[in-house]
Structures are given as structure tokens and as C-alpha cells.
């Protein structure tokens, strides 16, 4: 394989019909760490707003069991991603968000929003940092991907088009975005879980540097100050960097989903996508025999 093969296979496929294995194409093969990361700052940005950061912090899980709600966000939407909406694997990650989201009173804005983000942020990143930009059709297809899921999860008023879902996203964000003390405790969770990925001295090292990869309104809202102005230049320059030097590896022949991360660390003994996820008002319904689906 050469390495722009699979931008080839791409553009022989149609994002408006073929939107999922392009999805697939982009999240496993070409940007597997790009597309994880991007993910995890989309999720983190929905912290800043108020109602959502103060939800998640009233719940107890994103504070307490920082680890495990990680794990299980991946790992939903990786089942989705892998496997596809109408797999059984896919329609059941579906069916345990929507009972989870439906536990608590969720206004249809706060979901499209969320539902924004997972389009624009990943855009936006490998623009920034990738070895590669999106092409159109990539970026179609992710658009017309999250469509489908934002349908399955019956949320309203879904924006058509790649460019009204980054309206969408500025304009809510500008609307939204401040401090709450539930939102940064939320943050400051997720940050030091990142900082618990990596040994010793790095940990604290790459929590600044995740600081330094806020753009100024995220940051702002969770009361961060400014990193100094060489520090934030040397960890994106660093991040540019990166991408260069994975632009000259040879293609990605054998996917790689998010689940198969080392930091996905709660299920060491397999899990079943059924069982992932909060409870809410009760165990979980499924048998439980000690084996796992993965």
C-alpha cells in the first residue's frame, strides 16, 4: 500500500450512502490517535457549559469514577464506530445511551450541541494537528455519521451540513460558555485523569499541555490562566511536529478501534457493551457470568 491509498478507496466511495465505512476508514485506519484525542476534547468542551458540567458533576460518576465513565464513553461509541448502528453491538450501545439520557431532563439544545461537537471538533484538530486535513468527502461522511446517530438517539432539528453544525457549535458556545463549579470539577477530573495516563513527572507535564491545547473561550471558562505564551507555542508546535512525522509512516493496514487504547484500562477481563454505562435507579439487567463480550 502507498500511503494515500485509503484518501483513494475514500473517494471511491459516496458519503452520502457510504458514510460509515468512510467514517470507519478515517477513525481506524488514517487518524486512529488523532480521532481519539479530538473525541475526548469534543466531550471535554461540553463541560464548560454550565448545565451540562453541572449535571455531570451532580451525578457523582465523571468525579468519582472518572476511570470507568471514560472507559465507557470510548467504548459505546467505539461498539457504534466498529460495528455499525444497525449491528447488534451498535443498536445496543444506542439503547444504553438513550437510557441513560433518558434518566435525566436533557434540553434537545444541550444534545444537538454535544452532538455539534463530535463534527467540528475532530475537523478542527487534524486541520491543526493531523498529518493530513479531511477531505470533503471525509468530512461529509462524518457529518451524514453523526446525523444517523443523532436520529437513532431521537434528537430534534438536526443541522444538515458540516458548515451549519460548526454555526451551531460557535454560536452555543458563545451563548453558554462560563464558569460553574460543577463544570470545573468535572474538568479538573478529566485533566487529572490525562495526567494519570502517563509515568511519573510526565503526568503533570502533559496536564499543562493539555491546558495549553484550550483555545482561549474553553480555557477561560473553566477559570484556567494563560500557560506562557513559549510554553503554548512549543506544545502545538510539538503537536505540528507529530503529524509531519506520521505523514511519512506507511498506511495503516489493520484497523485500530479505540478500545484496543492503553488507556482504556477498566475491563481487563472483557466486557459486554450491554452492561457499560450508569444504572440509574437500578443494577444492571443483565445476567452476569463472569465472561466477557470482548
Given amino acids: 500500500m502507498q500511503r494515500y491509498d485509503w484518501v483513494r478507496r475514500i473517494r471511491q466511495l459516496d458519503p452520502e450512502r457510504d458514510y460509515h465505512e468512510i467514517y470507519r476508514i478515517s477513525t481506524a485506519h488514517e487518524f486512529p490517535w488523532d480521532f481519539m484525542q479530538a473525541l475526548g476534547f469534543a466531550l471535554y468542551r461540553t463541560y464548560a457549559v454550565p448545565s451540562i458540567g453541572r449535571l455531570l458533576a451532580r451525578t457523582g460518576e465523571f468525579t468519582s469514577s472518572t476511570q470507568k465513565r471514560y472507559d465507557d464513553t470510548v467504548l459505546l461509541l467505539d461498539a457504534i464506530g466498529e460495528h455499525g448502528m444497525d449491528s447488534v453491538q451498535g443498536r445496543t450501545a444506542i ?3 438513550n437510557q441513560m439520557h433518558r434518566s435525566y431532563d436533557i434540553p434537545d439544545e444541550d444534545f444537538r450541541y454535544v452532538l455539534s461537537t463530535f463534527v467540528v471538533v475532530p475537523k478542527r484538530w487534524l486541520d491543526d494537528y493531523g498529518w493530513r486535513p479531511l477531505t470533503e ?14 436520529r437513532h438517539m431521537n434528537i430534534r432539528d438536526i443541522p444538515e451540513t458540516y458548515a451549519e453544525f460548526e454555526a451551531l457549535m460557535d454560536d452555543y458556545e458563545r451563548r453558554h460558555f462560563a464558569y460553574d463549579e460543577g463544570g470545573f470539577a468535572v474538568s479538573e477530573a478529566t485533566l487529572d485523569l490525562m495526567a494519570s495516563f502517563y509515568p511519573g513527572p510526565l503526568g503533570p507535564a502533559m496536564r499543562q499541555a493539555s491546558v495549553c491545547l484550550m483555545d482561549p473561550p474553553l480555557r477561560d471558562a473553566f477559570g484556567y490562566p494563560a500557560p ?3 510554553l503554548r507555542t512549543a506544545v502545538r508546535g510539538g503537536m505540528r511536529l507529530r503529524g509531519r512525522l506520521v505523514r511519512l509512516l506507511p498506511p ?5 478501534f479505540a478500545r484496543e487504547s492503553r488507556n482504556v484500562r477498566g475491563y481487563p477481563n472483557g466486557f459486554r457493551v450491554a452492561e457499560l454505562g450508569t444504572f440509574p435507579g437500578g443494577g ?5 457470568d463472569g ?3 470482548r
Fill in 95 to 97: 439503547r444504553r445511551m
Fill in 137 to 150: 468527502h471525509e468530512i461529509r461522511a462524518s457529518t451524514n455519521y453523526y446525523r444517523a446517530l443523532g
Fill in 228 to 230: 506562557p505564551a513559549a
Fill in 252 to 256: 495503516r493496514r489493520t484497523p485500530h
Fill in 284 to 288: 444492571c439487567p443483565v445476567p452476569h
Fill in 291 to 293: 465472561s466477557g463480550a
